[in-house]
């Protein structure tokens, strides 16, 4: 019975799901809406019941047509890398099936040989074992060579096809500012995308291997035993994975639920760190303790539910799975050997019986586990729908952006009650941007926001290079807005606006940004050093720009430029501000945007920064509320919060009122 007591110890839910993959997918689709939907990195969960029915993951014709989208990304062509290592996949699997068939019937000659005590026929079946043994093993290391590498090819094509398209222009703003359908695009083109090949090369694995053993070991059972033993077994299978898997329905359910608590775990983990100076100013702790405990206490206390779920599905599991399925297994295998008139017990040595039955069991069971995959290869088609269904859904929407499409929803920062509101549809392209160097003029151009609120409803100014402009108002006046129409990352809803092109035009944030690299890298972004040496600008020019902006200590502190640091730590909120005008001494623009970036900086070095971006031909659009620099522009720019808007020369009355 050696075979059977193997029999035994297979997979419990590998024998327990012996169920068909259509049929695992029918049962999918009639899992309803909220099981339909997936929870944690592989769905996002909508609570708008029709955008729910709409982007469900389900295996269907909508699947199947997403992934041969994406699957025409990875594989590109029919002769490349990705096509070769597919095949050799291939070839590997049906090897290795072979030398499946092989391992049963040449160590059922070696176990016979022992009972049979035939020196010589143990001899030379072990030998033949010794033989074949770097065959085998080098076939299951191709096989793992051909998958792991065949994830990683999938992986850098998807990658670089997704950032080619999300790093194209602004988009990579426009999906976080002016589109709110994807929320999480970090993840999706991180680990989503990693998920998905893994999950796409496994599934590939995972269901041709068990089909061409299942269609191997049913040919063979049948002309040992009988047709009639493995369609038992396979109606068995079938019978109690069904049952089974009507009675796990809740599990999806409650993984959605496990996953959106470990999400709001992590996430007020992650606001910890994130916000640790201001709470510990605050003396926070012991109530982020408090909010910390609690959703930790909500996951532990939904995952108790979830053992003792699985406690009692283990039960059952193990009953019909295990037991009830080796009393089908023993009368099976044991069926054509017990009747005596089957004409094998008179054609047949009572070894060579022996021999036949050890082969059918082992087939049995080996038929029984390729049964067993095929369900899990059908639960990770419905996992893979999922990450599929998030893939395209980021391709649309890059797609959408780059073609200038925007979709948001979003509460106006106006009182929704009042009538006065006066609102525009957002119609991206509505105005015409015409590019002209060393003028900066809106003709009647609404300033208005993505979600279609009016700040200011014609905006007409001009200003040429040589003229600095004082850009002034109450907070939410459209200040801001202003610079990101102008700057090209809100589209413009009218009118004509004309401009340098978008590489002579620069801004400077209040809080300057510090790349990852060199301290040269500091001075010198978005260039690389290889464009650096392209433009002609040496090191010791660089040194200068430093010099200008009283930061020379620096390079004398670090010794060398190639130093890398962690500079958005290293240097302090004046330094980076001050850092950030050396970068503009070292790209000079047309025009640049001074938006409060000097607000950390010494009045002296203000001067100079002034001074000096006047001497190299710099043209400013400054926000600042210091008296000091009105001194240093020709015309300023008031706007009032209420849709109106004064552009005049300054004068001494002017920095008189403004004073």
């Known amino acids: 019975m050696a075979a059977v007591s193997k029999y035994l110890t297979a997979k419990n839910s590998s024998i327990a799901g012996g169920v068909l993959l259509v049929l695992y997918i029918l049962k999918q689709r009639r899992r309803g809406k909220s099981s339909g939907k997936k929870g944690g990195s592989e769905l ?85 074992f010794c033989k074949v043994m770097p065959l085998i093993a080098l076939v299951n290391n191709f096989l793992k060579l051909g998958l792991n ?3 990683l090819r999938f992986r850098v094509r998807l990658t670089k096809h997704l950032y080619d398209e999300y790093l194209k222009g602004y988009t990579y703003y426009k999906m976080g500012n002016l589109d709110n359908r994807i929320a999480n695009a970090d993840q999706l083109l991180t680990q989503d995308v990693e998920r998905f090949c893994n999950s796409v090369v496994d599934l590939y694995s995972n269901l041709s291997k068990p089909l061409l053993d299942i269609g191997l070991y049913i040919f063979k059972l049948t002309s040992a035993i009988g047709a009639q033993g493995p369609a038992s077994m396979m109606a068995y299978l079938l019978v109690s994975g069904l049952f089974l898997t009507r009675l796990r329905r ?22 910890l760190i994130t916000n640790s100076e201001e709470i510990a100013f605050y003396n926070g702790n012991m109530r982020e303790k408090q909010t910390i405990h609690s959703t930790f206490k909500k996951l532990v206390d939904h995952l108790h539910k979830f053992i003792f779920f699985r406690f009692s599905m283990g039960f059952v599991d193990s009953l019909i799975a295990k037991y009830i399925a080796t009393v089908v297994g023993y009368l099976v295998v044991s069926r054509p050997f017990l009747n005596l008139a089957d004409p094998r017990h008179m054609n047949s040595s009572q070894p060579e019986l022996l021999e036949d039955y050890y082969q059918s069991g082992r087939m049995l069971l080996r038929m029984s586990q390729a049964l067993g995959r095929i369900v899990l290869a059908g639960r990770e088609m419905t996992r893979l729908s999922g990450f599929t269904m998030r893939i395209t859904e980021l391709m649309k929407v890059l797609k959408e952006l780059n073609s200038g499409k925007y979709e948001r929803t979003m509460v106006s920062h106006q009182d929704k009650e009042s009538e006065a509101v006066e609102r525009v549809p957002l119609v991206p392209g509505g105005g015409q941007i015409i590019n002209v160097d060393h003028i900066i003029k809106f003709e009647h151009t609404p300033l208005a926001t993505p979600n279609g609120d009016i700040l200011i409803k014609d905006l007409t100014f001009e200003v040429r290079s040589g003229t600095n402009v004082l850009v002034c108002g109450p907070n939410g006046c459209g200040k801001s807005s202003l610079f990101r129409v102008l700057g090209e990352l809100w589209p413009l809803f009218g009118g004509q606006l004309t401009k340098p092109e978008r590489g002579k035009l620069f801004y400077v944030p209040q809080r300057p940004y510090m790349t990852l690299g060199t301290l040269r890298d500091q001075v010198i972004y ?3 050093y290889e464009e650096q040496k392209r433009k002609g600008i040496s090191d010791q020019v660089l040194k200068e720009y430093l010099d200008n902006v009283q930061l020379g200590h620096i390079l004398d502190r670090e010794g060398t430029w190639d130093t890398v640091q962690d500079w958005m730590d290293v240097l302090s909120g ?58 240093h522009h020709e015309y300023y720019l008031h706007m009032d919060g209420r849709g109106n808007y004064d552009f005049k020369p300054i004068t001494e009355e002017t920095i008189e009122f403004g004073s």
């Not at 809740?250 to 606001?271: A, D, L």
């Open 44 to 128: 996002e969960l909508r609570n708008d019941d029709k955008a729910a029915k709409k982007d469900r993951a389900a295996v269907d014709y909508v699947f199947f047509l997403r992934i041969s989208k994406i699957i025409r990304i990875m594989v590109p062509r029919w002769f490349c890398k990705e096509t070769g290592y597919l095949v050799l996949i291939a070839a590997m699997l049906v090897a290795r099936t072979y030398c499946d068939v092989w391992m049963i019937q040449n160590g059922t000659m070696i176990e016979s040989a022992i009972i049979g005590r035939s020196n010589t026929d143990f001899k030379n079946y072990l030998f033949n």
């Open 149 to 151: 590498e065949l994830k």
């Open 250 to 271: 809740p599990i999806g359910k409650m993984t959605v639920t496990e996953q959106r608590y470990e999400g709001e775990y992590r996430y007020v983990n992650s606001r």
């Open 526 to 528: 978005p260039d690389t």
């Open 574 to 631: 004046g330094e980076k501000q001050r850092m950030a005008m050396a970068r503009l001494f070292y790209h000079k623009p047309q025009f640049a945007i001074l938006d409060e970036c000097t607000s950390a900086v010494s009045v002296d070095v203000e001067d100079f920064i002034y001074s000096h971006c006047r001497t190299v031909g710099i043209s400013l659009f400054t926000v600042s509320h210091r008296k000091s620099l009105w001194k």
